[in-house]
């Protein structure tokens, strides 16, 4: 089993710049070594170590990396606050927050603003829902065009809400989408779910696969990869 054990010793935090981020303590049975990753929303910096390792050691191993850490903070995008007249991305574009007390609790879009009412202090957790609906309905409608071009049968699609991996493919064919990256440009969105496609065909990463996915993908797969790779972190920093 793996936890997470943040108040091992006295909460102990890394100093990164002027910002002090907890540290997150992972002991694993077959970890050889000390890692450390920063969260994707930059919230806590993570470390795995082997059992018998100390969490003193775990601190001043974050603490001598504190330089790449900063850099890695650095590179998470400033978001504003959400809340009425801040902004979130949608479809890779900045949309506006305008909660009315007198409007539909549902968001509903319209020119780049998201008007909604209800109770103000649920705002960002009904924001959340619409932008799950929105992704489910999106990757669907991705699933069943890749699955047609692939010439295979559209199987069972979920949400992830994983922290690494934007996309998989279970053994059973189920697919599994981050509905987070409904906050991406949708040709970001669709590669991973063409992604996941080919991976129904072939299980692997083989010049077969990749050339499946280069036959059904109706764009640069480059790009979106790029782009997931420079700004993919910032998908987490509004919503966690």
Known sequence: MIDWLRKEVSDPEVAVGEVKLPLAIRRHATAKRMTMRLAPDGSEVRVTLPRWGRTA?????????????????GKIPQTSELKSGGTFQFLGEDVTIDWQADAP??????????????????????????????????MQTDLSEYCEAASVTAPKLRLSRAQRRWGSCASDGTVRINWRLVQAPPLVRRSVVAHEVAHLVHFDHSPAFHAL????????????????????RGLYASFG
Do not use: H, M
Request: net charge negative; proline share 3%; charged share 25%.
């Open 57 to 73: 050691e775990a601190l001043a191993f974050a603490e001598s990396r504190a330089d790449w850490l900063a850099r890695q903070l």
């Open 213 to 232: 996915l280069g036959q059904i993908y109706d764009n640069d797969i480059e790009i979106a990869n790029a782009w997931l790779k420079v700004y993919g």
């Open 105 to 138: 609790r549902k968001p509903v879009i319209a020119d780049k603003v998201v008007t909604l009412g209800g109770p103000e202090s649920s705002l960002v957790t009904r924001i959340q829902r619409w932008l799950e609906a929105e992704a489910l309905a999106l």
